[in-house]
């Protein structure tokens, strides 16, 4: 039989004082709390109650038993209550991590806005340092993870919440001494600087679509950061995200190549074990995130990129106005219009 329901019929019986009463304060019959107060002795191979007509005692094992098993039934229950609480309050610990070149920009802003928010989550947030599988966060102590990949992963959940544009870009200085750039199968004549998880660039152009996989790159990196520093040092092209490299583009220490095509944009999810999401502050997090780049989107700024052909930021060799807010001068005659 299940000790913990035996220790729960011996309690009541000696509460109650009879086994009756404590029947129907269980709700089960009396010859089912008769048998589980004689196995229990059985078990234990002593006697712990005194039965007679009219009243019920405790040897002195008895005694000791009942006193063990009170403080153990109440110490359970209030574990129990305990543990209810984590699942329906904001509090405890918290681990995530993020690929290092957009955890230490837009992702830092709303972790620490979360953390000013929810000061009874105690929350640790790592960049870089993500593995190969999709699911390796768990195994290194992760709650939750910021991923770009495009994930069919059924051993986690996904909830996509944000949008990372990305640009086809390369330095003045590489692209003054090498031919000019009109359309993706051109990129063959040109150096290309490649992450290793995306040696194919896709082209979008009037509805159509053109891809090139990248045969022969002269710079290969596991992180964005890296193929950044090579294409401002002149190394090559590279395909990058739109918001690490927004100061280097604004300035023309980037420019952007091929601005008739457009590259397709990743999401940003956060990924999770299953289950994790009926824990409150696990939901809390997930709700906050989601919410906080409603408000504030990664591509913002820069949705509209290029805003105009002919004064992009830093298009093809041409250099931005800095007068000019991005979103181009459609939108800063807009803006001016409404007074903002």
Same mark, same amino acid.
């Given at each position: 039989?299940?000790?913990?329901?035996?220790?729960?019929?011996?309690?009541?019986?000696?509460?109650?004082?009879? +086994?009756?009463?404590?029947?129907?304060?269980?709700?089960?019959?009396?010859?089912?709390?008769?048998?589980?107060?004689?196995?229990?002795?059985?078990?234990?191979?002593?006697? =712990?109650?005194?039965?007679?007509?009219?009243?019920?005692?405790?040897?002195?094992?008895?005694?000791?038993? +009942?006193?063990?098993?009170?403080?153990?039934?109440?110490? =359970?229950?209030?574990?129990?209550?305990?543990?209810?609480?984590?699942?329906?309050?904001?509090?405890?610990?918290?681990?995530?991590?993020?690929?290092?070149?957009?955890?230490?920009?837009?992702?830092?802003?709303?972790?620490?806005?979360?953390?000013?928010?929810?000061?009874?989550?105690?929350?640790? +947030?790592?960049?870089?340092?993500?593995?190969?599988?999709? &699911?390796?966060?768990?195994?290194?102590? *992760?709650?939750?993870?910021?991923?770009?990949?495009?994930?069919?992963?059924?051993?986690?959940?996904?909830?996509?919440?944000?949008?990372?544009?990305?640009?086809?870009?390369?330095?003045?200085? &590489?692209?003054?001494?090498?031919?000019? =750039?009109?359309?993706?199968?051109?990129?063959?004549?040109?150096?290309?600087?490649?992450?290793?998880?995306?040696?194919?660039?896709?082209?979008?152009?009037?509805?159509?679509?053109?891809?090139?996989?990248?045969?022969?790159?002269?710079?290969?990196?596991?992180? &964005?950061?890296?193929?950044?520093?090579?294409?401002?040092?002149?190394?090559?092209?590279?395909? =990058?995200?739109?918001?690490?490299?927004?100061?280097?583009?604004?300035?023309?220490?980037?420019?952007?190549?091929?601005?008739? +095509?457009?590259?397709?944009?990743?999401?940003? *999810?956060?990924? *999770?074990?299953?289950?994790?999401?009926?824990?409150?502050?696990?939901?809390?997090?997930?709700?906050?995130?989601?919410?906080?780049?409603?408000?504030?989107?990664?591509?913002?700024?820069?949705?509209?990129?290029?805003?105009?052909?002919?004064?992009?930021?830093?298009?093809?060799?041409?250099?931005?106005?800095?007068?000019?807010?991005?979103?181009?001068?459609?939108?800063?005659?807009?803006?001016?219009?409404?007074?903002?």
């Amino acid at each position: 039989m299940d000790r913990l329901t035996i220790m729960k019929s011996f309690v009541a019986v000696v509460k109650a004082e009879s +086994f009756s009463s404590a029947a129907r304060s269980l709700g089960v019959s009396a010859s089912l709390i008769s048998r589980h107060i004689s196995h229990l002795e059985q078990d234990l191979g002593v006697r =712990l109650v005194n039965r007679t007509a009219r009243s019920v005692s405790l040897t002195e094992q008895g005694e000791r038993y +009942f006193v063990f098993s009170e403080r153990l039934l109440g110490e =359970l229950d209030a574990e129990d209550a305990a543990i209810r609480g984590l699942q329906e309050q904001a509090q405890g610990s918290l681990a995530v991590v993020s690929p290092k070149w957009i955890g230490s920009l837009d992702l830092s802003d709303a972790v620490a806005a979360f953390a000013r928010q929810y000061p009874e989550i105690t929350v640790r +947030f790592d960049v870089g340092g993500m593995g190969e599988r999709i &699911y390796d966060f768990i195994d290194k102590g *992760y709650d939750l993870a910021f991923h770009t990949k495009n994930l069919r992963d059924s051993s986690v959940r996904v909830r996509k919440v944000a949008t990372l544009p990305f640009v086809l870009c390369a330095s003045p200085l &590489y692209l003054r001494r090498k031919p000019k =750039l009109t359309e993706p199968a051109d990129l063959g004549q040109h150096a290309c600087l490649v992450h290793r998880n995306d040696p194919v660039w896709h082209f979008e152009r009037d509805g159509g679509q053109q891809h090139h996989k990248v045969q022969t790159p002269v710079f290969i990196s596991n992180t &964005y950061l890296v193929l950044n520093k090579a294409a401002l040092e002149g190394m090559g092209v590279a395909l =990058l995200p739109l918001r690490p490299i927004f100061d280097d583009v604004r300035s023309g220490r980037l420019q952007v190549v091929l601005p008739e +095509f457009s590259v397709p944009a990743r999401p940003l *999810y956060l990924i *999770y074990p299953p289950g994790l999401q009926s824990v409150k502050k696990f939901r809390v997090f997930l709700d906050f995130m989601g919410d906080w780049f409603k408000r504030f989107p990664i591509d913002d700024a820069i949705e509209l990129w290029p805003p105009d052909r002919d004064d992009a930021a830093g298009v093809n060799g041409r250099h931005p106005d800095p007068t000019v807010p991005l979103g181009g001068k459609k939108a800063a005659t807009a803006r001016a219009a409404d007074g903002t």
